[in-house]
């Protein structure tokens, strides 16, 4: 920690300018992330829907369909139409290079924020490349995942990576959404979101028999707890007691140990996720070898359930980023200082980063308290989401602190 802590902030290409990159610096920021193709973002829910640090655009929504650099087309015409990367419409100029050299002559570290699996367009094009259910059904209406057994998928996303690591000179490369979807359910029980958990395409079917896997049977077995969740929910009285919280996750952890076959599908979509993960950084590692390389990961306590195994991610990784959203997501602050001491465990003497909203309700007054409980943790730096949404109040706090604490 001291001088040289990591101190981060992310950016969204829609409010990038040398002017946005100057005030980073000015804050005391080491690192900036820079969105480098879509990422899903209307200002956003839940916060004031206002872009504070744009003048000319208080409010945007993102293009579902957009990478903000010049793509040569050629390296990608063999690929479906809807898997090649297409230019922003409405931000006619290659971000990427100008962000890059922004950050260059303000000194701080430019990262790629690359957002890897998310891709609803694509998905909803062509369910095809997407994750399936037990049903072969896409298990997130908004937030639609491409499958990465999916050899199309693999290709395209190499691709991209390739080109970027040819083209740019960055310091950082950063991964986001490298997982499998989260289940939107409400008044379920965790098996049974389990049970609704990707993927079952036929991709993921071929490759799971090279591990000795049959994901017919997985199929049996989740099919089978959804029915059984069909007879008991309408019995349930749907209610969120603690007791009740506390005896379904009791429930779970006893199906999990008992189960061979949900542990083995845990382990197969963990190794799914570590290939396309090795694939992809192996590719930087060739083209820009002093490039650091990060993930942005789920919270190690449930992580494991999307298909992101620390243990194996981690050899292949410079840094983790663990988001911990405290009040916009109304997640426990207690959760800083349990989740960057179970991630820590993990990562021996890799880079640890932790993620803090800085968007309202967020105020001065939680930076502050947030920051202090950081510190205590074992953490090697913070980064803050995002700097559009970060009213200036927030920023000048966040100053004052990196200052007053010596960070
Ligand atoms: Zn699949």
């Known amino acids: 920690m001291g001088d040289t802590m990591y101190k981060g902030v992310w950016i969204h290409p829609w409010d990038f300018s040398k002017d946005a990159i100057s005030k980073i610096s000015h804050y005391g920021f080491t690192h900036t992330s820079l ?28 293009e579902e369909n957009a990478v903000y650099w010049m793509p040569n087309k050629e390296r990608y015409l063999h690929l479906p139409p809807q898997l090649r990367p297409e230019p ?8 990427v290079e100008k962000f890059i050299k922004a950050c260059e002559e303000n ?13 609803e367009k694509a998905v909803r094009d062509s369910l095809d490349f997407g994750v399936k259910d037990v049903y072969g059904s896409h298990p997130g209406y908004k937030r639609m995942f491409l499958c990465p057994s999916n050899p199309l998928v693999r290709e395209t996303l190499s691709l991209m990576v390739e080109e970027l690591s040819e083209k740019y000179e960055f310091d950082e490369f950063e991964f986001d959404f490298i997982r499998y979807p989260e289940i939107p359910s409400t008044y379920g029980t965790p098996l049974l979101n389990l049970a609704l958990s990707p993927c079952f395409c036929e991709h993921c079917k071929a490759e799971a028999l090279k591990h000795g896997l049959d994901l017919e049977e997985v199929r049996e077995t989740f099919k089978a707890i959804v029915e059984w969740h069909v007879e008991y929910l309408p019995n349930s009285y749907y209610c969120e007691d603690e007791d009740y919280l506390e005896a379904m996750y009791l429930e779970f952890t006893k199906e999990i140990i008992e189960n061979e076959v949900i542990k083995e599908w845990l382990k197969f979509r963990a190794e799914q996720i570590r290939i ?31 298909g992101q195994d620390y243990k194996k991610l981690v050899e292949i990784l410079d840094a983790v980023k663990i988001m911990i959203y405290v009040k916009p997501f109304r997640r426990s602050i207690c959760r800083i200082p349990y989740e960057t001491r179970i991630a820590r465990r993990y990562l021996k003497n890799k880079l640890l980063i932790l993620g803090l909203a800085s968007w309202p309700p967020t105020t001065p007054k939680d930076i502050e ?21 970060t009213p200036e109040k927030n920023f ?8 007053r604490w010596k960070i």
């Not at 879509?38 to 409010?59: A, D, L, V």
């Not at 570290?109 to 890897?116: A, N």
């Not at 308290?369 to 949404?389: H, M, T």
């Not at 000048?396 to 200052?403: G, N, Q, V, Y």
């Open 88 to 95: 922003s419409k409405e931000i006619k100029e290659d971000i």
């Open 276 to 306: 396309i993960l090795k694939e992809l950084s192996k590719i930087i590692r060739k083209n820009n070898p002093k490039a650091q390389m990060s993930a942005d990961l789920y919270p190690p306590s449930g992580s494991w359930l999307l």
């Open 35 to 62: 969105a480098v193709r879509y990422i899903e973002e209307r200002q956003n829910w839940p916060g004031p829907n206002i872009i504070f640090q744009n003048s000319k655009k208080r409010t945007y929504t993102s």
């Open 107 to 119: 000194s701080i570290k430019s990262v790629l924020w690359f957002p890897t699996l998310r891709w």
């Open 369 to 389: 308290e947030q920051l202090k409980l950081a510190l205590d943790s074992p953490i090697d730096g913070v980064s803050f989401y995002s700097y559009g949404w």
């Open 396 to 403: 000048l706090k966040i100053k004052e602190l990196f200052k």
